[in-house]
Nanobody, 129 residues
Framework: QVQLAESGGGSMQAGGSLRLSCAASTNFSMYINHCMAWFHQAPGQEREWVASISIGGGMTYYPASVKGRFTIVQDHAKNTLYLQMNSLKLEDTGTYYC????????????????????WGQGTQVTVSS
């Protein structure tokens, strides 16, 4: 298991930006054939995927709902994953979770929750009008 600790959540007006961080307890280089991801859970809703990245190749994946607004970045020197969120919308409100230990399948990162084995505790983001 990998311990993950998210930070950077907070309150922001619609149209603003936030950067979330996820510090991992292990060296990224140990999992070059795996992926890491961010998921979003709105109040009363299921946890949904918003971004993933392959640790070895740095390939990034996004759903249409956030593509062009969110950017997932990894820093191997700091063993930290980031999620840069721009042009925030009201529907971006919720808890954001960092996920790790997602094996690549068919050369891609998973977009399903079951594709990842380690999870952080989440960080809250509130977007207001």
């Amino acid at each position: 298991q990998v311990q993950l600790a998210e930070s950077g959540g907070g309150s922001m007006q619609a149209g603003g930006s936030l950067r979330l961080s996820c510090a991992a307890s292990t060296n990224f280089s140990m999992y070059i054939n795996h992926c890491m991801a961010w998921f979003h859970q709105a109040p009363g809703q299921e946890r949904e995927w918003v971004a993933s990245i392959s640790i070895g190749g740095g390939m990034t994946y996004y759903p249409a709902s956030v593509k062009g607004r969110f950017t997932i970045v990894q820093d191997h020197a700091k063993n930290t994953l980031y999620l840069q969120m721009n042009s925030l919308k009201l529907e971006d409100t919720g808890t954001y979770y960092c996920a790790a230990l997602g094996p690549m399948a068919s050369g891609r990162c998973a977009s399903e929750r079951r594709g990842y084995m380690s999870w952080g505790q989440g960080t809250q983001v509130t977007v207001s009008s």
